[in-house]
């Protein structure tokens, strides 16, 4: 992500040439005239992208897609939808579909009568209706449902309902606000993958919100990662797990070990840290301006060995005591006190010869220095 020579904030990142399908210019809300919610948003989605949009509550997240959608209205800044600005068009002037948490039914219609609804309000005839909500509910395999009614359906069959309204009009974007925060987990992720597919094979662009950060990194082109009203960083799924900018981003993406230190020397991309307990381990440099500077070094659990032919070379050792082991059928979790700190994993698959350890057991530990990476310190 590229910063802006005038005051330093994040510059417009284009997932494409030119222009977005989708851009927020120097976006800013503010509910009482004060204190921000969203601060400066630059953000370009291009034609086709799935984008979610990650972060805490009250990051500013679903603030945005509210913008995006019509239901707030953006204090400062201009919102761009292929290329036309709509910050003072009504939402239903937008052509966005849009699927809600609650489903949103009406629920005196019929599956079919509340599909054919947003297609009557843009004065569709009768044949074409009845051909696009069929077409609709054969995406989401619901068709034989065509005449219940919502109280009749299941949570996860509403869902679908809900998903094949927004589809139904054939929108080129369509806004999800946390859609499976209502399902049991299993559900919740076969519907992961339901989504997704229907955005690779329908081609349309997607901005999805959600706290649930392994929803975000299954589902996603590129993710949004937003803290206190700015996006902290904007990376595929895969960069965003494995390079970390900031540590706000390494803690909320996924599980992270995180040492305390002081950078020593700083040479390039890479640094030396000396430990609160006094070790000494090189790490990949990020945001680190100079020798001296209190970090975080964060180390993800998964990257961490204890037998020494499965340690990478040039790999850093370190004595780690065993508190607790973990059975969770495909992984073992081995909580450990390392450098000070009792909160230290390691997470090793659960294989016919894996050697199991037991609490009270020391061990060296190892990882590879470029999987340490030294962090601002929070």
């Not at 004065?123 to 068709?143: I, S, Y």
Request: proline share 5%; charged share 25%.
């Amino acid at each position: 992500m590229t910063k802006d020579k005038n005051n330093g904030e994040p510059a417009l990142t284009n997932a494409a040439d030119g222009e977005g399908f989708v851009v927020f210019d120097r976006v800013q809300k503010s509910y009482d005239g004060e204190t921000l919610v969203v601060k400066d948003l630059n953000l370009s989605i291009g034609k086709g992208e799935f984008l979610t949009m990650l972060g805490p509550s009250g990051s500013g997240k679903t603030t945005c897609l509210m913008m995006l959608a019509g239901f707030e209205t953006a204090t400062n800044g201009e919102i761009r939808l292929d290329g036309r600005n709509i910050n003072m068009v009504p939402p239903h002037k937008r052509g966005i579909g849009m699927v809600f948490q609650n489903y949103a039914l009406f629920p005196h219609m019929t599956v079919g009568e509340n599909l054919a609804f947003p297609l009557e309000v843009r004065g569709m005839g009768k044949d074409e209706r009845e051909t696009k909500v069929k077409r609709a509910l054969d995406m989401v395999q619901m068709g034989t449902f065509i005449n219940r009614r919502p109280a009749q359906l299941s949570g996860g069959q509403q869902q679908r309902i809900a998903l094949a309204r927004a589809l139904v009009f054939d929108p080129e974007l369509v806004l999800m606000d946390e859609p499976l925060g209502a399902l049991d987990k299993q559900l919740r992720e076969h519907m992961q993958f339901e989504i997704k597919h229907l955005h690779e094979s329908l081609g349309i662009t997607v901005v999805y919100v959600t706290h649930d950060q392994g929803e975000a990194l299954t589902m996603s082109d590129r993710v949004a990662v937003f803290n206190d009203g700015r996006i902290q960083q904007l990376a595929p799924p895969d960069e965003l797990y494995e390079r970390p900018q900031n540590s706000f981003v390494a803690q909320f993406i996924g599980e992270n070990n995180k040492l305390p230190g002081k950078v020593e020397t700083l040479d390039g991309d890479g640094c030396t840290v000396r430990l609160s307990t006094g070790e000494l381990i090189d790490a990949t440099a990020v945001n680190i301006r100079e020798a001296g500077q209190d970090t975080l070094v964060s180390i993800r659990p998964e990257r961490v060995e204890f037998k020494p032919e499965m340690m990478p070379s040039g790999a850093h050792t370190i004595n780690a005591e065993v508190l607790e082991v973990i059975y969770m059928g495909d992984i073992l979790r081995t909580r450990m006190r390392v450098a000070g700190s009792d909160d230290f994993v390691m997470k090793s698959r659960n294989t016919l010869d894996q050697v199991r350890l037991k609490e009270g057991d020391t061990v060296k530990i190892g990882w590879h220095p470029q999987d340490a990476r030294a962090l601002d310190p929070m």
